[in-house]
């Protein structure tokens, strides 16, 4: 790491850049519930 920021090249130069793999989407699945008295 310099005293400048990166530049788009650097991005693509093998010599500093690395390979990632970006986390996984995580999803989450909501159950809405609803409470009925029919006796009243």
């Known amino acids: 790491m ?3 920021p990166p530049l ?3 991005y693509f130069a093998e ?5 990632v ?3 996984a989407a995580q999803k989450m699945v909501l159950i809405q519930g609803m409470e ?3 006796l009243s």
């Open 8 to 10: 788009l090249g650097d």
């Open 21 to 23: 793999l970006p986390p």
């Open 2 to 4: 310099g005293g400048r």
């Open 36 to 38: 009925i008295d029919f």
């Open 15 to 19: 010599d500093v850049a690395v390979d």
